[in-house]
C-alpha cells in the first residue's frame, strides 16, 4: 500500500528555534508538497517539488525553506520558529509524468510553537 | 481561479446514500473537478475527480452538469466511517501541481 511518512505526529517548539519537519514516500512519486492546515483556512501550499533539488514557492513560502535532496524524502525547515506556525503540516506526493491528480497525503504533524 | 462552494454540513442515515453538492459555476473548459476527504486527524485522502462525464469508482461516483458548473458526490451507502469533512476541489488552470482548497463540506453520518 502507498505510504507518505511525516516523522513526528507531535512537536512542540520553542519561539527562535529551528525545526525540521521530515516527509518520506515510498511511492517513487516525483511530485511532493507541503500543506499547512489551519482552522477556518484550509490547506494551504508552503512548498512543492518536482524532482529532486527542484522547489517551487506555494501560496504562503514566507518563513519557511525546503530541501529534497533524494526523491523520497521532502524537508520543511523553519528557520526561526514563531508562533504564528503553530499548525498543522501535511506533506504529500503524486505520481509525475501528467500523473499528478492524485495526492497522497501522510497524517500530518501538529507543531506548537510557544 | 475557479473557486467552489459547498455546504457547510451535512447529515445523512447510516446506510442511505449521501449526495454532497459542489457548485463550481467560474469553471473553465480545461479544469478538473476532485473530491477528497479529510477524516478527523487524519491527512486529506483522494476519492475520485472528473472533467466533464460522470464518473464511478469503488468509493464513490461523481456526478457533473452539462453546464459543468456544479457537480456532486455520491456515496451509494454511507457507513459511520464515511463521517468527515469532504473538500470538492478545482484545479488551477495554470499550474499543474496547485490545487485550492475551501472549507469542505462536514459530514456526519448517523446510525
Known amino acids: 500500500d502507498v505510504k507518505v511518512t511525516q516523522s513526528s505526529r507531535y512537536l512542540v517548539k520553542r519561539t527562535g528555534e529551528k525545526v525540521f519537519l521530515e516527509c518520506v514516500q515510498d511511492?517513487?512519486?516525483?511530485?511532493m508538497f507541503w500543506y499547512r492546515q489551519d482552522p477556518g483556512l484550509g490547506l494551504r501550499l508552503i512548498y512543492f517539488?518536482?524532482?529532486?533539488?527542484?522547489?517551487e514557492k506555494g501560496d504562503i513560502p514566507e518563513g519557511y525553506s525546503v530541501s529534497r535532496e533524494k526523491k523520497e524524502r521532502f524537508s520543511l525547515i523553519l528557520e526561526s520558529a514563531s508562533t504564528n506556525q503553530t499548525s498543522m503540516y501535511l506533506c504529500?506526493?503524486?505520481?509525475?509524468?501528467?500523473?499528478?491528480?492524485?495526492?497522497?497525503f501522510g497524517s500530518g504533524t501538529q507543531l506548537s510553537v510557544l | 481561479d475557479a473557486k467552489t462552494t459547498q455546504p457547510t454540513s451535512m447529515d445523512c442515515a447510516e446506510g442511505r446514500a449521501a449526495n454532497l453538492p459542489c457548485n463550481h459555476s467560474?469553471?473553465?473548459?480545461?479544469?478538473?473537478v476532485y473530491w477528497y476527504r479529510q477524516i478527523h486527524s487524519q491527512g486529506p485522502q483522494y476519492i475520485i475527480h472528473?472533467?466533464?462525464?460522470?464518473e464511478t469508482n469503488e468509493m464513490a461516483s461523481l456526478i457533473i452538469t452539462e453546464d459543468r458548473k456544479s457537480s456532486t458526490l455520491i456515496l451509494p451507502h454511507a457507513t459511520l466511517r464515511d463521517t468527515a469533512v469532504y473538500y470538492c476541489?478545482?484545479?488551477?488552470?495554470?499550474?499543474?501541481?496547485?490545487?485550492?482548497w475551501g472549507a469542505g463540506t462536514k459530514l456526519i453520518i448517523k446510525p
Open positions: 511511492m517513487d512519486h516525483e511530485n
Open positions: 476541489i478545482v484545479r488551477v488552470a495554470w499550474s499543474n501541481y496547485q490545487l485550492i
Open positions: 517539488s518536482y524532482d529532486v533539488k527542484m522547489k
Open positions: 472528473g472533467l466533464k462525464n460522470n
Open positions: 504529500a506526493s503524486s505520481p509525475g509524468g501528467g500523473r499528478w491528480e492524485k495526492l497522497f
Open positions: 467560474t469553471i473553465s473548459g480545461n479544469e478538473y
